[in-house]
């Protein structure tokens, strides 16, 4: 696997992950009501995931181009944690709307 690849694996590998983590902390922020706190991780995690995309794409255009990017497990992990982290930012923000709604829920029933 030539260099250029494996500096783009990690590349992603290591931003998607920082993002799904935000994601996560997402959750749990909004869990505990913290709902401003919830945003500010999704759109951290966001900038992350994008900087992983990016890295994502710019394999995609070499080999559009015609470049051969060769195919590697390290390549295949780095993909698997690009969808995971998508994955993990859709049901995050499924699941702030979700602790917002029975938090109002909660507020209306006080009252």
């Known amino acids: 696997m030539g260099e250029d690849l494996e500096t783009s694996c990690f590349q992603i590998i290591s931003n998607v992950g920082a993002a799904r983590s935000s994601y996560i902390e997402a959750i749990q922020k909004a869990k505990q009501g ?25 394999l995609i255009q070499k080999e559009a181009q015609g470049e051969a990017v060769g195919g590697s497990l390290i390549l295949i992990h780095a993909e698997d944690q690009l969808m995971s982290a ?17 938090a109002e829920l909660e507020k209306k029933q006080e009252a």
């Open 34 to 58: 913290d709902f401003e706190g919830a945003r500010e991780c999704i759109e951290e995690g966001k900038k992350q995931f994008l900087i992983g995309h990016e890295a994502h794409f710019g």
């Open 86 to 102: 998508e994955g993990f930012k859709i049901i995050a923000e499924e699941m702030i709307a979700a602790y917002e709604r029975i």
